[in-house]
């Protein structure tokens, strides 16, 4: 039976966005969370080195602190929450803090994609929780989902939209038709994507998430360096009208499947059918599609980021910890889902030896025997071809498009076929290829 | 931290096909549960009056029985799983259970919805956890969201398609344009719909399982008899025509929402926007759309029904409760997720005192002044129309459909207004009412 507790001593670090939103959250649902935890949280210290600005929170009875060794050092506080983001000062305060006995909510998906596996082993150490629900999909419960909702199967694959900025460009651009240079500034101008994109637009983040679903999927540790990324930064209006021709929609989507023994786990812009769950999620909306053995298809959809979405996860986190606490029973379920002893050896699968369905976008001169020279040399490498378009003829005499859908083909052959075509005389620009996914 | 258990006794009560697939989940799924729990989880024994039919699963080392009380007396049983359905005798099984110490897991929303409530004083005058995962959206996770993913939220409303047969049925008459009377022979033909299928098609589980979503949402206890139902058997495809022309599809939604204090809990045919994420799930499948105030809008989709989906809920609920038996953490969370002493009293608000849109269909014989005549009488009773079809003219003179949609209204002066419009002479049948919800 539960233990009364007073209450569970709170201490934040990081008066960000999210910070700002944790804090408001505790405030203002106050008597909505202790009804449902039956204990109050105290959000006892804040530490930021910015702790004068004002937020527009209400700080009554909350020490603010610039020096975040209070936190480490005050018995009292029970939970440390790290909101500052990056690696470091963020991985040196999660292990101090965990070291100092205290369970540690951290919404930082960059500093798990590298550092997890050493965090949750110095968290194990200490028993103490390490907790992380608002480091993939914001809002969405989808690590409580992956550690606690499917545990009877085992995952065949799953795939998500990760990066709500990513989603607002190819959403904006596949409704619109603009240009990815304008529909990024448009994005930046809403506060929608940042001053510098690079994390988002390039994959990086979406490859953090990913790293973390794959390891609670399918049993192994965190392993970033085995994910594969490409970013959205190539994607053109043409490529996406093509993809609509053919009834598909082009996504930022974070993959991971399980194929004959090895893991493939990889980010990179993806044509799916347009009638699939994922191709319906527009705007900055998230979303998470697995596939289970028992359970077959779900989806988690909600909003990826934001203040108030990710202190929604925040928070729920706090909470379930705060149960723990109650039952005496942290350290109630392994960090990522399985237990120590049984984590998988299971190697990742290198891009090169993936297969799957390509779109082809080749830049042509208009003459005869092309087709042909790009046809002979896909078939000699086994590559084969399931549909043509070859659309109109330039005015000038110059370069026309040609695109083409595969048949399943093995990466590694794809890419040497195309390296060859794209020496052809013929060949006037590099070759666009987009990955599609028939049977997610 | 954890102690260790060799292994967790389960026994099992009902092997029909959803206990057939938690019997098989727990054979073939082994290995992965047990590197999840840590623990062996044992199918000690099955009671099932019919013990001796070929299910076509692995009974090796697990005991059979016709007698149920063998599972109340064995003291190596940690867990008993009710899989019979109906209201008796579920209850005095679970009740007989609970009393005996031993914790339940049921997919029962029939025995929740009636007599919840009361099962779970039990589990918790005994110290046990009665836990019911997939007695609401198969397999989705939505129990575990509701409890524990969004506690930091207050629940703005919900609305769920949590019937599969009626979604299928519906998806078709859409689709393909059908009668109803003749899809749904189509779906009993395909094992959709049940020989009688009254319990779905009226709406009636669909409210079952409202009534507990409710509970949780805004800590009520379950309140059935408060829950509005409405089935499906009247839908005629001219409506769905009709919803398709302004944009609109019609689902069985399950709503429940706070206004102004009083709780909204209501099982109705409903039109809703064509773009809408609840409009986008076709045929068998279930999901939820959750509106909280921090996390915004979220939407849990997948297998409602179905032998595997719904093993892999009660098997998430066996691990759940294996992780709080490892921790000495029984009764870590609250039943509906609330603490027993922070229930609310908010009382239901009657069906009659709801506000909202709705699509009017009159039949009216094809003479001059019907449409003023109706107008006058909407106009009476406060109710605004927002557009008027009135569609092509009888070939024989006699009645065509005059469709309306109104600005919200109070359902208690429709009904008034309908009864006499339904009056007129010019009125040759019953007008068909269905609600609108534009902003889910």
């Known amino acids: 039976m539960n233990k009364p507790w007073a209450a569970i001593h709170v201490g934040l670090i990081g008066l960000g966005t999210i910070g700002t939103g944790v804090a408001r959250v505790l405030h203002e649902n106050t008597e909505v969370i202790s009804r449902r935890l039956g204990t109050r949280l105290v959000l006892k210290t804040i530490a930021d080195l910015d702790i004068t600005t004002d937020r527009g929170i209400d700080t009554t009875g909350i020490r603010l602190t610039t020096d975040v060794n209070e936190l480490f050092t005050d018995e009292r506080i029970d939970i440390v929450i790290e909101l500052i983001g990056g690696y470091e000062p963020a991985r040196t305060f999660v292990e101090r803090a965990l070291a100092a006995g205290k369970h540690v909510v951290t919404a930082n998906k960059a500093l798990l994609a590298k550092h997890g596996n050493e965090l949750f082993a110095v968290a194990a150490e200490n028993g103490v929780d390490l907790y992380y629900e608002a480091s993939v999909g914001g809002g969405i419960p989808i690590i409580k989902v992956m550690r606690e909702g499917l545990p009877a199967n085992r995952i065949k694959s799953l795939s998500g939209i990760l990066n709500g900025t990513c989603n607002y460009i190819l959403t904006k651009m596949s409704q619109e038709g603009g240009a990815y240079a304008d529909v990024l500034a448009e994005a930046q101008a809403l506060g929608y994507a940042e001053a510098d994109p690079t994390f988002d637009v390039e994959g990086i983040d979406t490859a953090h998430k990913l790293s973390i679903l794959t390891a609670l999927a399918f049993g192994r540790p965190i392993d970033y360096d085995g994910v594969y990324c490409e970013g959205i930064s190539d994607i053109q209006p043409l490529d996406i009208a093509f993809a609509r021709d053919f009834g598909y929609v082009i996504k930022l989507l974070a993959i991971a499947r399980m194929v004959e023994d090895k893991i493939e786990s990889r980010v990179h812009p993806t044509m799916i059918p347009a009638d699939h769950m994922l191709a319906k999620i527009d705007g900055v909306f998230n979303a998470v599609y697995v596939d289970a053995d028992r359970l077959g298809p779900s989806l ?141």
């Open 300 to 440: 988690y959809y909600g909003r990826g980021a934001g203040m108030d979405p990710t202190a929604s996860a925040v928070v729920a986190d706090i909470i379930d910890i705060g149960r723990n606490m109650q039952t005496e029973g942290s350290r109630r379920i392994p960090d990522l889902g399985w237990q120590p002893g049984a984590v998988s050896e299971l190697p990742c699968r290198p891009i090169a030896d993936i297969t799957t369905n390509y779109y082809l976008r080749f830049t042509a001169r208009d003459q005869p025997g092309v087709l042909s020279a790009i046809a002979g040399i896909l078939g000699d490498n086994q590559i084969s071809i399931a549909s043509v378009i070859q659309e109109g003829r330039s005015d000038d005499g110059s370069t026309v498009p040609i695109v083409m859908q595969t048949h399943p083909a093995r990466e590694r052959n794809l890419k040497r076929a195309l390296a060859e075509i794209d020496r052809l005389p013929a060949i006037t620009a590099p070759t666009v290829i987009i990955r599609m996914e028939n049977a997610l």
